[in-house]
């Protein structure tokens, strides 16, 4: 009798293990089913440019945008929207003869902030170009301003060096007129002295 029941519960644990290991396989294989499920829908870089109707997002999908932007529209609004612009284009020829006259001035205004860019990127290089040629052109007058105070200088030491050379020269003619006079008298006394 011991026997059987030792017997049993071996059979027991045997089923229960079996049963543990059906459980974790089927968890397992459904985790990897879902995870498969959740491919990644990725959005090229061309749907920027595309015309047509727009992608359908579906719930619990994970997408990877290859766009620059992007609009994202509820449903409803996009209905509305997509009403709209049947019912516009139902409408007589003057409606859509205004749609398409916005459409162009719209493009014509882009193409004109386009333009207008450019002009102010043009003119801020003109304006920096100027400015570099203004400044080398206050530094060579700086340059010839210093020169022309340097020639200044140096002429005021020139006449400087020839007003003392004429006071010199001054002095010096006295001083021989001095002598001459001197050397006359003394010519003469010495005739005076002789006669």
């Known amino acids: 009798m011991l026997n059987t029941i030792h017997k049993t519960n071996a059979h027991n644990r045997y089923i229960m293990k079996n049963i543990l290991f059906f459980f974790i396989f089927l968890f397992i294989s459904t985790s990897y089913g879902q995870i498969d499920s959740l491919k990644t829908i990725e959005i090229p870089a061309s ?23 992007i609009y994202l529209v509820n449903k409803k609004s996009f209905l509305a929207l997509k009403s709209f612009y049947e019912n516009v284009g139902k409408q007589n020829d003057m409606t859509h003869a205004l749609l398409e006259n916005y459409t162009k001035t719209l493009k014509r205004n882009i193409e004109l902030e386009s333009k207008l860019k450019v002009n102010f990127d043009e003119s801020d290089a003109l304006d920096k170009e100027i400015y570099q040629r203004t400044q080398a052109t206050l530094t060579n007058t700086q340059k010839a301003l210093d020169y022309t105070i340097n020639s200044l200088e140096k002429a005021t030491n020139s006449l400087d060096i020839v007003e003392k050379n004429v006071k010199r020269q001054k002095t010096k003619s006295i001083f021989d007129k001095i002598l001459i006079a001197i050397g006359g008298i003394g010519i003469g006394v010495l005739v005076g002295v002789s006669i």
Request: glycine share 4%; charged share 25%; aromatic share 14%.
């Open 47 to 69: 749907y920027a440019n595309r015309q047509g109707p727009p992608l359908l997002v579906k719930k619990d999908s994970l997408y990877t945008f290859r766009t620059s932007d």
